[in-house]
């Protein structure tokens, strides 16, 4: 077995220092979730583990002045059961509440899922839907990364060794907006999305002012596919241009075969997703309920 070293910072200025210290063998760890099982099967291989769960400023929500900054260690229980991220972001709580089951929602983050960066994780949709960014403090200082850009490979983001995600900063989405996760698995929970999209809309009187879709599982990095608010902005709201969204989703996806499902069958999903994301982030904007998953 192979000996890790594990310490526990205090504060985001030590977990720094150590980061830099130790270079490409430490790595950070907010609830473990991945890290522990990628170490006990040898994905990733660190000689020091930061532990940052312990970081005060880590587990912070701010939710003053409409949005909402998400300490980076803050796990998913937190975020789906503060009222004021349910009120304002219920697209966040359709990721958060279906990450894992209820013992992986009591430590697993969304900054963790973030910097894990699968290419199906069911927050980061979400996050680039909602158009936020990503703080970072590193030895040199601290800088903003917007979501979209954080993922650049399976398992790979935009961090420096020397780098921490300290927390994540949604902005206030204004008024006639709405916001919509969904996966497609083929059991009812605790599994991997075999397509995922996250998707917010704002609209203005009848017709769609911008709107923002991603997608998770149809490619190597979560997918922000802008060429759908280049269709739709200005665009009235019907079931003609919610389809073209899904078409246009369909071509945008890169995905491959695996034993989840054919890339055929993911284009495909890519369609029927988006549409059913579309219409709830639709219905959302306009002050109506959706089913919670
Ligand atoms: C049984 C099970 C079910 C799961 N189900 C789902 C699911 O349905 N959907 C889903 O998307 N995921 C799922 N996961 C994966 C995992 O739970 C999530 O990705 C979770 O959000 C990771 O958060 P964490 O805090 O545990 O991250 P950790 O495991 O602590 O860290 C994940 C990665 O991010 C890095 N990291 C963490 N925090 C920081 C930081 N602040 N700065 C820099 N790097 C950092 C770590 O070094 C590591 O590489 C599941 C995992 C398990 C074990």
Redesign the pocket.
């Known amino acids: 077995m192979k000996w890790i070293d594990y310490a526990r910072p205090q504060t985001v200025a030590e977990a720094v220092q150590l980061l830099t210290e130790r270079g490409d063998g430490a790595?950070?760890?907010?609830?473990?979730?991945?890290?522990?099982?990628?170490l006990r099967v040898g994905r990733?291989q660190p000689d020091h583990v930061v532990d940052?769960k312990h970081i005060p400023d880590?587990n912070e929500v701010n939710t003053s002045g409409g949005g909402v900054t998400l300490g980076?260690?803050v796990?998913?229980h937190i975020i789906y059961n503060n009222d004021a991220i349910k009120d304002a972001f219920p697209a966040l709580v359709d990721s958060a509440s279906?990450?894992?089951?209820t013992q992986?929602q009591g430590?697993?983050?969304?900054?963790?899922?973030l910097?894990?960066a699968?290419p199906?994780?069911?927050?980061i949709p979400t996050l680039i839907a909602l158009g936020a960014t990503a703080n970072v403090s590193g030895s040199t200082g601290e800088r903003s990364v917007a979501i979209e850009d954080f993922c650049t490979g399976p398992?790979q983001n935009v961090?420096g060794a020397d780098?921490?995600?300290?927390s994540i900063s949604i902005p206030a989405q204004g008024a006639n907006s709405g916001a919509r996760y969904q996966r497609f698995i083929p059991r009812n929970e605790?599994?991997?999305?075999v397509v995922g999209v996250g998707a917010s809309v704002t609209l203005n009187n009848g017709s769609f002012e911008s709107v923002r879709v991603s997608l998770a599982s149809v490619a190597p990095t979560p997918l922000f596919v802008t060429e759908i608010n280049d269709e739709l902005a200005g665009k009235d709201v019907t079931d003609e241009n919610i389809a073209k969204a899904g078409e246009i989703a369909k071509d945008a996806a890169k995905p491959i075969s695996d034993m989840r499902g054919t890339a055929d069958y993911r284009r495909h999903l890519c369609d029927v997703m988006t549409r059913r994301v579309l219409s709830d982030a639709i219905t959302r904007a306009r002050g109506g309920n959706v089913d919670a998953h």
């Open positions: 790595r950070a760890m907010a609830g473990g979730t991945d890290l522990i099982v990628q990733r940052v880590l980076a260690a796990p998913c279906i990450i894992g089951g992986i430590r697993a983050s969304i900054g963790g899922n910097c894990n699968a199906s994780a069911d927050a398992g961090l780098e921490l995600l300290t605790m599994d991997i999305a």
